[in-house]
Nanobody, 125 residues
Framework: QVQLVESGGGLVQAGGSLRLSCAAS????????MGWFRQAPGKEREFAAG????????YYADSVKGRFTISRDNAKNVVYLQMNSLKPEDTAVYYC??????????????????WGQGTQVTVSS
């Protein structure tokens, strides 16, 4: 059983930056494709970014491409999401996800094995 705990959310002005962290415990981290989903108020949860088991491949949704960077440190069991040039529309609860079934970097909610509890990111205009 893998537990995921996110941190790093908060309130930031438009154009600012935040770095989210997701620490994994209770199991081996490296066999999982890792990713970040987000859910804005009144909207469905959407996939934002994913990273392969080795960290060598990444995927970004069009809405965050060029502004967000996902990375992982398998020695520390941590995955990060560096968010730059934040916009008010990035306001959402951000969830860390682990998927042992997917061998690509594109994750779907139905195949996620473990979720974090979520961390709020609020971007003011």
């Amino acid at each position: 059983q893998v537990q995921l705990v996110e941190s790093g959310g908060g309130l930031v002005q438009a154009g600012g930056s935040l770095r989210l962290s997701c620490a994994a415990s209770g199991g081996t981290f490296s066999p999982y494709t890792m990713g970040w989903f987000r859910q804005a108020p009144g909207k469905e949860r959407e996939f934002a970014a994913g990273i392969s088991r080795s960290g060598g491949s990444t995927y970004y949704a069009d809405s965050v491409k060029g502004r967000f960077t996902i990375s992982r440190d398998n020695a520390k069991n941590v995955v990060y999401l560096q968010m730059n040039s934040l916009k008010p529309e990035d306001t959402a609860v951000y969830y860390c996800a682990a998927d042992k079934q997917t061998y690509t970097t594109i994750m779907t909610q139905s195949r996620v094995d473990y979720w974090g509890q979520g961390t709020q990111v609020t971007v003011s205009s």
